[in-house]
Nanobody, 130 residues
Framework: QVQLVESGGGLVQAGGSLRLSCVASGRTFSTYAVGWFRQAPGKEREFVAAISRNGGNTYYADSVKGRFTISRDNANNAKNPIYLQMNSLKPEETAVYYC????????????????????WGQGTQVTVSS
């Protein structure tokens, strides 16, 4: 079992940047592949970015390619944080952003669907003003 906690959300103007963090407690986070998803009011949860457990593979939604970067710090054994650097934010990207984790043996695996992930954080609100 792993518990996920996201942080770093907030209010930013269009074109601005935010860095979200996701840390885990309960188990070694480096054995989990991790994804970021977002959900705006009245919309379905959508995939944003994902990273394999060894950090060697990443995958992005087309809408965020070139602006968002997912990374992980497996050397930080205390927390093994996952980061989502978001640049050039747009008002339509206002949403609750969720970190999700999957315990997976394949080191290069990444998942892009919500049901690929068994563990979810509570989310952090990102609001982009125009």
């Amino acid at each position: 079992q792993v518990q996920l906690v996201e942080s770093g959300g907030g209010l930013v103007q269009a074109g601005g940047s935010l860095r979200l963090s996701c840390v885990a407690s309960g188990r070694t986070f480096s054995t989990y592949a991790v994804g970021w998803f977002r959900q705006a009011p009245g919309k379905e949860r959508e995939f944003v970015a994902a990273i394999s457990r060894n950090g060697g593979n990443t995958y992005y939604a087309d809408s965020v390619k070139g602006r968002f970067t997912i990374s992980r710090d497996n050397a930080n054994n205390a927390k093994n944080p996952i980061y989502l650097q978001m640049n050039s934010l747009k008002p339509e990207e206002t949403a609750v952003y969720y970190c999700a984790a999957a315990y997976i043996h394949t080191v290069a695996w990444v998942g892009i669907r919500p049901h690929d992930y068994a563990y979810w954080g509570q989310g952090t609100q990102v609001t982009v003003s125009s």
